[in-house]
Structure formats: structure tokens, C-alpha cells
């Protein structure tokens, strides 16, 4: 098969993924794409939204789409690690022989849905590191190895902030993209409330095996980025540093800590599957500006005059990447230099 | 660009036509600025008609211009275009996405993907269905806006005569006949100045072991050229001598007088526009026959803050202006103008206090005397509750706050009514104000309405100036609120 066909059948693919998503989940079209984005990436996904947005079901509606494995965990105060990576258990086998056996825990699986992951204690929360990271767990002594594709899908309300505890920088580092789902419009409410009302069933079509998927990613780092679109996305995070010599005033006066060098890898992999499945065989600058506030919103840590002010750090992205995108262009006076 | 064997004629014929046009528009932007320069050096050619002469002012001038254009154009013409900076600028002229440039850049690279190849065929197609169009703006240079000014100004030189050039020397004071008198003088025997150096620089002052310190003749001797007493020859002063003695002895008389410290006005304070006459100035200008109800809010509340500003540099007045700043913030107008009025009177007390010279500064009488005459019958005794020892507590001490006095509206205020506390008699009214939780065991001594509203500014005040967080900016004004519902 050609690379042209390859990427035509990931096109269709991520087309069917979406159409089979959209049957369930109204609206929250770049939600969608951001998931599916961050799913061919390689990425975990953080969706933050107020409670009844849909995202549980976006997330389940995902993975009766794919033939994968699919397990969820509600996250409570109480959840302990073993309780999501699994334990050893005595078994007694048919001679009357007690042995220990590893109990595999919900972890694996190829999607987990951590919801509402912020209520969970931080010992709780740290157990998902090494799995998203390494993709294995060890438990007594034993590493064991996730099932491939590993994607981590997890949930948190912004609003009920007691009795929770927030993820810290170093575990929001290991998501890919953080999410905001947004409020339905009236339009999209009409809709939802047509199709949950109603008796009528809506079944959710396999469209996509799992080394599907693992093939795709492949291919996806295949795709040729320029270098001057390269320098635009180290352009970009940089200027999240306050302390770099060419960070925009804005930076300097409301960010205490940018993004890390993942931001950089999560925003040009992205930016490679939004190309793909847009049928280009390389990275634009117009990728990287689509998917800045997904992938650096939760790697800007604001500082305090910046708490203070309430800048919204999604704002706060996107006037650094016009200030990036003005400076490397220089509109107008390019051809004079 | 990396080197590359694989040909990519759409591509390459794009991005040359995107360089000559990046060439084109250099070189007229170029030109243009080789023009205003042009312009610029014709202007001074024709000021200098009158050395150059007429016609080949002008052709010079005309020269000027048209080597400015062409050596602009040459110039834009002949700088460099990077073909991936033209190729990018194709991509966002064109809506390619980066495809060209990606594919230019990458065809030439070692590690090429197979996607590579992808990239370029489906670039060289939509490179070869582009209808060329010219895509480079035209940037005018800043000098453009300026040209009128040196094409006018050449037009108006061409046009008129000659323009004279400058004389050399700009001065001349001495006259033919002083000059003539110089010559002779520097011929006689007194100040022989043929012995003098001759070539010194007339602009350089000269230094002072350089001076000549020779006795003013009082119109016997010649005048020498740049000498003042020249000037003065004529007048009455030319025959006056400088009288050290008399100078002297004014000075005298003046140190004398600077002993008498009572004598003295106070320099520090200028009693004929300082800012407690401003404020007084304010208030008439204010009043200015109009009824309370007529009074500006706004105005008076700025006036009201600027006595408080001055009351913090030492006044007793504070309290009568925070009374009528809470007056204005329940609209009563009437209080307020009463307690502006306290304030003022109290204000001018203090001013013909310092005018009547004991406030001057080593008089007699110092500040702390002043303040025990004021207290009337226990001048010169220890007062039980406002003594040194307090220091600086609040309410405590001799402290210019008004934080000391009790209003004596207390008890004909409804606001008085919810405040709990007891009034305490004594050379001071007081008022006990009752706290609870752990300050309960030392009740206070504030005067709580005299208070309440500085305190209620001060926290506007720090809202609006400091880094309070947002989320905080409600609770506290949730709690001054509720002091208020008590």
C-alpha cells in the first residue's frame, strides 16, 4: 500500500471515528478532534468541565468505537493505588496448594477513564505515573506490562474544589492535552435533548482495531515538518518562560513557570495528526496555532499577581503565540530583510 | 536548503517568480529612498547656487535625484533572496499551508520519509495549477511621506535668486574709532601690549591664573577692545571704583540680624501660598454663597481628603474630617459642611498659631509646651490616660491622630446606637467600644464612628492599590458591610 492510500485510509478512519462519536456526543466538535488527535498521538487526555457535559459518555462512546479494551475508575477519597494497578492474592489450586497470584486491576486496559481524577488522595493519583509514563506497573518486585495501545482519559470538575485534591505539575506534565469542555449552545441543547428523550436506540459501530491504531502512530511521525514551522513551536513555548530573553511582556508579568520540553513534543506530534487527518502530508504553522491551548493550557503555571488578575491562561496563549507569530513573519517587511 | 538532484520544475519556477517580484519590490522601495536622499543633496546643492552657479546647481541637483533612484534600484535589485523565504511567503500568499517550503526543504535531506514524497508530488501539483498574481505588497519607505518637503523646497530654490552665503564674522562690537584707540594704547608704555601673546583664541575664556588683573582706571586710561569698562564708559558707572568696604559691612549687618531667631520669619513655611491656604482658598471657592444641598459631593469629599492628607502632617482636625466623610457617605451634606467647618476653624487656629511667631522654629515655646497649654488646668501635670509612656498605641500617647477625642455626637447619632460599648467620663470624653472573641479583655479606646470610615477608605484604598487577590476584594467588603448593619 502507498503512503497516499495510507493516509487516505487514515483519513476515512478518523473520519468514521468522529461520525461514530457524533451519534452520541452533540456538539463539541473540537473536543472530539482534540480526543481523537491526542488518542493517534500517543497522549493522555485531561478533560476538565463542569458535571453533565457529556465527558464520561464521550470517552465510553470512544471506546465502543474501537475494538479495545475498556475500564473505568471512579476516583474517591478512599481509592487506593492497589486498587486501581491490582494486587497479589492467595489462590488455592485443585492439589490444595496456596500460591500467590498477581489480580490484575483496571488498569489494564487499553482506555481507562479516570474520572473525576482530582478527588482521589495524591498516593492514589501518583499510581497512574508510571503506567502513563513507562507503560508498565510493578507490583511486588514485578513490572507488568500494559496492554498496547495504553490512553489514559481523565476527568476533572473545576468548580467543587473541596475535598480535592489538584493533580500537581509534575502528573498534569504527563497529559498530552488538557480539554475544556465549553456549555452546549441552544441549538446543540435542542439536539441532546431530542436524542436523549426519545425512545430510540443509537448503536455505536467498531471502526478501528487496536494495532490499527499502534500502525497509525507510525505513520504519523512520518509526517515532515519544515523548519521554520519547527522553530515557530519551540518559539511558542519558549515565550511561555519568563525568563527568556525575547518572552513577551505578557509572559514576564503574570507566568512564573512555562511549559516543558513536552509541551514542545505534545504540540508538534498534535500537529502532526491534525495534518494527517486532514489529508496534508506536513505540518503548518496553522496546526501548531490550533492546538497551542490544548497542549501548553496546563503546563503555564501563572504566578501570583497572575492568580490574582485572573488571566485566563488560554488568553494568555494565545496573545503569545500572535506576539511568536508576528515576530517570526514581520508581516509586511519579510521581503526587506 | 539542503542540495537535491531531484528536479521540481513547478516548484522552482514558483519560487523564482516569487523572488523577481521580491526583487521588484525591493528595488522600487530602494528607489524611493534613493530619491528622498537625492532630494535631500539637491537642496544643499541649490543653497549653494551662488558658489556653484545657477545652471549647474540645477544639474546637479537633478543628477543627485536620478543617481538616488538608480542606485536605489540597483541596489534593491541586486540583495539576495533566500528561495525558502520566498517559497514561505508563497505558501500564506497562496493558502499552501507550508507545502512548498516543507517540500523544497525536505527534498534535499538524507532522512527523508516516504511522506516526503507524498508532500512533494501533491505540492508540485497544486504549485502548477496556481494562476501567477503578483502576492508581494508594496512597502513604501518612511522617507516617502517626507519627499514633498525637499521636492518643494528644491522647486523654490530652483526658482528664486541666489541665496547669499553667511559672513564670517558674526560680531563686531568695537567701532572703527575704538579700534583705532586700541592701536594706540597698545603703542603706550602702561600696558604694553605688545608683550602680551597675540594669537589667543577669542572664544576660549581664559583660565584665571591666565587674567589680567590690572586697576580700573577711572576714564584715564584707554579701554582695550572686549573690556566692560568700555561699555560703561559713558555712563555714570565708568567712573565709579568697587566698594569692598561698604559690601563688607552690609554683610555684617546681615549675619547680625540672622542672630536674632525672634526677629525671623519662618523660611520653611511660605505663609503666603502654602497648602493650608489652599485649602482654604478651596473652601470659599466651594462655599461661594451656595447652599449645602448645592455643594458638589464629589468636591467636597476631594476637599475633605486633602485636610486629612494635611491632618496626618500634624493637625487635630482629623476627627472632625473623618466625622464629615462618613457624613457624606450617608449623603447627609448638611454634617458634612459642619464638620468641614470644625475642621477649618481648627486649621486656621493652628496657621495664626504660627503666625504669631512662638511657633517659629527655636522660639521660645516648643510644640509640646503649646499642646499642655491647650489642656487647659493640667498643664505641666501628667495626664492619666493619654501619658508618654503609651507611646504609640492607637489612641494612645500625644499623638496628632485623632484617634484621642471622642466625638461628642456619640449619644445624638442614631449610627451610635449599635455600637456596643459604654462611655467613659473624664478630662476626655471617651468611648469604650466592647470587643469580643480574644481582644475582648482590652476593650478599646477608638472613637469607633470617628474611625470606622478612615478605616473603610483605607480599605478601598488598598483594594484598588494593592495586590489584594480578587476572590478576597467581596469578604471584605462583606465585613465592613456588616460593621455597618451593628
Known amino acids: 500500500m502507498t503512503q497516499e492510500a495510507r493516509v487516505q485510509e487514515f483519513v476515512a478512519g478518523f473520519g468514521a471515528l468522529r461520525s461514530e462519536v457524533e451519534k452520541i456526543i452533540v456538539g463539541q466538535r473540537e473536543i472530539i478532534d482534540h480526543v481523537l488527535i491526542g488518542m493517534f498521538a500517543g497522549g493522555h487526555l485531561l478533560l476538565e468541565g463542569v458535571p453533565g457535559l457529556g465527558k464520561t459518555l464521550l470517552i465510553k462512546t470512544l471506546a465502543e468505537g474501537l475494538e479495545l479494551s475498556f475500564s473505568r475508575i471512579q476516583f474517591t477519597p478512599d481509592l487506593m493505588p492497589a486498587d486501581i494497578i491490582g494486587t497479589n492474592i492467595i489462590v488455592e489450586d485443585a492439589s490444595g496448594r496456596k500460591h500467590f497470584e498477581f489480580q490484575h486491576g483496571p488498569i489494564f486496559a487499553h482506555i481507562l477513564l479516570a474520572d473525576e481524577i482530582n478527588r482521589a488522595t495524591p498516593k492514589t493519583q501518583s499510581a497512574l505515573l508510571e503506567g502513563m509514563q513507562e507503560g508498565y506497573v510493578t507490583v511486588g518486585g514485578a513490572s507488568r506490562p500494559l496492554p498496547v495501545p495504553f490512553f489514559v482519559l481523565a476527568t476533572q470538575n473545576p468548580i467543587e474544589m473541596e475535598g480535592t485534591y489538584p493533580l500537581p505539575e509534575a502528573q498534569l506534565d504527563r497529559f498530552m492535552f488538557k480539554l475544556r469542555v465549553r456549555y452546549p449552545a441552544i441549538d446543540e441543547l435542542n439536539a441532546i435533548i431530542d436524542r436523549t428523550t426519545q425512545i430510540r436506540q443509537v448503536a455505536v459501530q467498531r471502526v478501528m482495531s487496536g494495532p490499527g491504531v499502534i500502525g497509525y502512530r507510525e505513520l504519523i511521525r512520518e509526517v515532515p515538518i519544515a523548519s521554520h514551522v519547527r522553530d515557530f513551536a519551540s518559539a511558542v513555548v519558549m515565550a511561555t518562560h519568563p525568563e527568556w530573553e525575547h518572552a513577551p511582556d505578557i509572559t514576564r508579568r503574570f507566568v512564573r513557570y512555562g511549559a516543558s520540553p513536552r509541551g514542545a513534543q505534545a504540540l508538534v506530534l498534535g500537529a502532526k495528526v491534525r495534518a494527517l487527518c486532514q489529508g496534508r502530508f506536513n505540518v503548518s504553522v496553522e496546526d501548531l496555532k490550533a492546538l497551542a491551548a490544548p497542549a501548553l493550557r496546563h503546563r503555564v503555571i501563572l504566578n501570583f499577581e497572575g492568580e490574582a488578575e485572573a488571566v485566563d491562561t488560554d488568553t494568555l496563549i494565545g496573545d503569545i503565540v500572535a506576539g511568536v507569530e508576528q515576530h517570526a513573519t514581520q508581516g509586511k517587511e519579510l521581503f526587506l530583510r | ?486
Request: contains cysteine; proline residues 6%.
Open chain 2, 1 to 486: 536548503m539542503a542540495d537535491r538532484d531531484e528536479p521540481l520544475p513547478e516548484l522552482d519556477a514558483l519560487v523564482r517568480r516569487i523572488v523577481s517580484q521580491v526583487r521588484w519590490r525591493r528595488a522600487e522601495h530602494f528607489a524611493l529612498r534613493g530619491v528622498f536622499w537625492g532630494a535631500v543633496a539637491g537642496v544643499i546643492v541649490l543653497l549653494l547656487k551662488v558658489v556653484v552657479g545657477a545652471y549647474w546647481a540645477s544639474v546637479l541637483a537633478g543628477a543627485f535625484v536620478v543617481a538616488g533612484l538608480l542606485g536605489g534600484g540597483c541596489w534593491g535589485l541586486a540583495r539576495r533572496v533566500a528561495p525558502l523565504a520566498a517559497a514561505r511567503l508563497g505558501d500564506r500568499a497562496f493558502g499552501l499551508e507550508d507545502r512548498v517550503a516543507t517540500a523544497l526543504e525536505w527534498a534535499g535531506r538524507a532522512d527523508r520519509t516516504p511522506l516526503v514524497d507524498s508532500l512533494i508530488a501533491d505540492a508540485r501539483t497544486r504549485a502548477s495549477r496556481l494562476t501567477p498574481r503578483q502576492i508581494v505588497p508594496r512597502v513604501l519607505p518612511r522617507e516617502v511621506k517626507w519627499l514633498p518637503a525637499p521636492a518643494l523646497a528644491a522647486l523654490v530654490l530652483v526658482l528664486s535668486p541666489p541665496v547669499p552665503l553667511p559672513a564670517g564674522r558674526l560680531f563686531d562690537l568695537p567701532t572703527g574709532a575704538e579700534e583705532a584707540e586700541s592701536t594706540d594704547r597698545s603703542a603706550g608704555d602702561l600696558l604694553q601690549e605688545d608683550k602680551r601673546p597675540a594669537a589667543k583664541d577669542p572664544l576660549r575664556r581664559p583660565a584665571l591664573e591666565e587674567r589680567d588683573y590690572m586697576p580700573r582706571t577711572a576714564g584715564g586710561g584707554a579701554p582695550t577692545a572686549g573690556d566692560l569698562s568700555a561699555i560703561f564708559k559713558d555712563t555714570s558707572l565708568g567712573n565709579q571704583r568697587p566698594d569692598f568696604n561698604s559690601f563688607l559691612k552690609k554683610g555684617d549687618e546681615r549675619l547680625k540680624l540672622l542672630e536674632q531667631v525672634d526677629r525671623l520669619p519662618d523660611l520653611q513655611s511660605d505663609f503666603t501660598n502654602n497648602q493650608y491656604k489652599m485649602v482654604f482658598r478651596k473652601s470659599k471657592a466651594l462655599r461661594g454663597g451656595l447652599r449645602p444641598d448645592q455643594i458638589s459631593p464629589q468636591k467636597l469629599r476631594e476637599l475633605l481628603e486633602e485636610m486629612e492628607r494635611l491632618g496626618r502632617k500634624g493637625g487635630n482636625w482629623s476627627s472632625d474630617v473623618g466625622e464629615g466623610m462618613e457624613a457624606l457617605e450617608y449623603g447627609d451634606q448638611d454634617r458634612a459642611m459642619d464638620a468641614m467647618e470644625k475642621a477649618l476653624n481648627k486649621l486656621r487656629a493652628m496657621e495664626e498659631g504660627k503666625r504669631s511667631g512662638r511657633g517659629l522654629r527655636g522660639g521660645r515655646e516648643t510644640d509640646r509646651d503649646r499642646e499642655r497649654g491647650r489642656g487647659g488646668s493640667s498643664a505641666g501635670g501628667e495626664d492619666p490616660d493619654f501619658g508618654e509612656s503609651e507611646g504609640l498605641l492607637p489612641g494612645k500617647g500625644k499623638s496628632p491622630s485623632p484617634k484621642g477625642e471622642a466625638s461628642k455626637r456619640l449619644r445624638a447619632n442614631p449610627y451610635d446606637v449599635g455600637v456596643e460599648g459604654e462611655s467613659r467620663p473624664g478630662r476626655k470624653d471617651g468611648y469604650d467600644t466592647n470587643l469580643t472573641g480574644r481582644a475582648g479583655h482590652t476593650p478599646s479606646r477608638l472613637t469607633y464612628l470617628g474611625v470606622i470610615g478612615q478605616y473603610r477608605k483605607a480599605m478601598e484604598d488598598a483594594l484598588v492599590r494593592e495586590q489584594v487577590p480578587r476572590d478576597y476584594h467581596e469578604q471584605i467588603r462583606d465585613y465592613f458591610q456588616s460593621l455597618d448593619e451593628r
